[in-house]
């Protein structure tokens, strides 16, 4: 694993072969951007859920746990801009790739300026999406930059805590069983328990309520799951 710093928008790639992932690497602090590289898909996908980049650069053949695979795991838990390589031109390739959940789809070999073209492309439709901000009653959150904020005030979320409370205000006024908040926070092979999710909304409360043990934001639905109320 690599990591580069160096200001601005953060970019994970996600790529076996060294030579270019440091290239790539390497021309993208040029242009500012803050890089974190990984040589399989295991590693990826857990900086991706962990280091929350502002743009995934993924490679479809990958040791551990392939390219698609990641994408789709990714996209139940994330909507970061998510960029495909492979060397695989066919028109079904493509669309597998993409119905996966990527936003594009770059061909190998291709030019050092149609590469950093689709990523400026894909970082522009991210910060213009209106669905980058998510609002409920004193809340509200940043679906970019990664932040909560109640009552304008910056919240202190984990990761984890984050994706939960974006999930549930996405979702305001329906119930979530525990099985499908594992499944889109965790991912599907999460093997640990349901309680899991009860302990985060613990913690989740403890951060957003004014009175924890009488909530009014996240709501338990007996048996069930939660739901959130605005």
């Avoid at 899991?196 to 338990?220: C, F, G, M």
Wanted: aromatic share 6%; hydrophobic share 40%.
């Amino acid at each position: 694993m690599v990591l580069l710093t160096e200001t601005k928008k953060s970019i994970l790639i996600i790529e076996d072969d060294e030579v270019l992932q440091q290239t790539l690497a390497y021309n993208l602090v040029r242009e500012g951007y803050t890089v974190i590289s990984a040589g399989d898909g295991a590693t990826g996908l857990d900086l991706a859920q962990t280091q929350s980049p502002d743009l995934v650069i993924l490679d479809v053949m990958l040791p551990q746990l392939d390219g698609l695979s990641v994408c789709r795991l990714l996209r139940r838990q994330t909507d970061v801009p998510i960029i495909l390589l492979t060397a695989r031109s066919s028109e079904v390739d493509k669309i597998i790739g993409l119905d996966t959940g990527a936003d594009d789809y770059i061909t190998k070999p291709f030019g050092l300026g149609e590469f950093l073209a689709r990523i400026r492309v894909a970082l522009r439709r991210k910060a213009t999406d209106p669905t980058n901000q998510l609002e409920s009653g004193d809340l509200s959150l940043d679906l970019i930059g990664h932040k909560a904020y109640k009552n304008r005030q910056l919240l202190n979320l984990s990761t984890k805590e984050f994706a939960l409370l974006a999930e549930l205000i996405r979702h305001q006024g329906m119930v979530l069983s525990r099985d499908l908040l594992l499944t889109k926070i965790w991912g599907y092979d999460y093997q640990g328990e349901s309680r899991t999710v009860d302990v985060h909304i613990r913690w989740l409360r403890e951060k957003i309520e004014q009175n924890p043990s009488a909530p009014q934001y996240i709501i338990t639905v007996r048996g069930i799951g939660y739901r959130f109320e605005g």
